[in-house]
């Protein structure tokens, strides 16, 4: 495995490159996080063929400041950051596929997994997808804060996971602690819930890590893996 800085879409993107690639892997980061941190997190999906791709989100990495909590407009300016990395992640991912000619899977941690679903109920369509440690539906707004943004505003109306039947039925597996206080268990479960009719048998799951908080584990990584090596096997459209 190798590593490389690529350009795609105009963008500097992270890539660790297998010898021999069988598909590509776009990783979303979270809030405050980096592409650097979100591939730190995968590890042996190289190893197993998959070419990694990440890039930082809006406002992250050398693109700015992440939105600050003493801010009182933190809510809407996450979910502003949510929108543009959405866009230009799927930029990204047209760009890398019509360059390496692979089957794309995707992948997000915690925003970066509420972007997976952003993405995902405007008819992207990867092979399958992993939301680690996040959900279909926006946090609660804090006592007092409200949202002017109609973009944001419209996130909040509608969530990505009322959507269910613009998914595609694309496999999606959700990985979560029990112990999670940025994200609740029952926030993820919530959105399982949502989507559930809208999908086939065995195309829609969940993974829970007891005792576990807001982290993506070495475990929640190889039960991730081995989920999307099941579809890359099964030559899911």
């Known amino acids: 495995m190798r590593e490389e800085t690529l350009t795609l879409a105009g963008l500097p993107v992270l890539a660790h490159l297998p010898e021999a690639p069988k598909a590509l892997l776009l990783a979303l980061h979270g809030l405050q996080g980096s592409k650097e941190h979100i591939l730190s997190l995968l ?4 190893e197993r063929g998959f070419l990694l791709l990440a890039f930082d989100a809006p406002r992250h990495g050398g693109r700015g400041s992440p939105p600050s909590a003493k801010s009182p407009r933190y809510v809407e300016e996450v979910y502003q950051v949510a929108l543009g990395y959405k866009e230009e992640a799927w930029a990204v991912a ?6 390496y000619g692979l089957p794309l899977f995707l992948a997000g941690g915690s925003l970066g997994a509420f972007v997976l679903h952003l993405l995902l109920s405007e008819g992207f369509r990867p092979r399958a997808a992993l939301a680690f440690i996040g959900s279909g539906f926006p946090m609660k707004l804090p006592q007092g804060q409200e949202v002017q943004d ?3 505003e419209a996130l909040y109306q509608t969530p990505p996971a009322l959507k269910g039947e613009a998914y ?3 496999p999606l597996l959700h990985l979560h602690g029990t112990k999670d206080l940025i994200v609740p268990l029952a ?3 919530k959105t399982l819930e949502a989507l559930r009719p809208h999908y086939g048998e065995g195309r829609l799951a969940r993974y829970v890590e007891e005792g576990t908080g807001h982290t993506i584990t070495p475990l929640m990584a190889r039960v991730g893996l081995g989920f999307l090596e099941a ?7």
Do not use: D, T
């Open 43 to 46: 590890p042996g999906y190289a």
């Open 94 to 99: 047209e760009e890398a596929r019509r360059r």
């Open 150 to 152: 109609p973009k944001v």
């Open 168 to 170: 595609g039925n694309v």
């Open 187 to 189: 926030r993820m479960e």
């Open 231 to 237: 579809w890359q096997e099964e030559g899911a459209p």
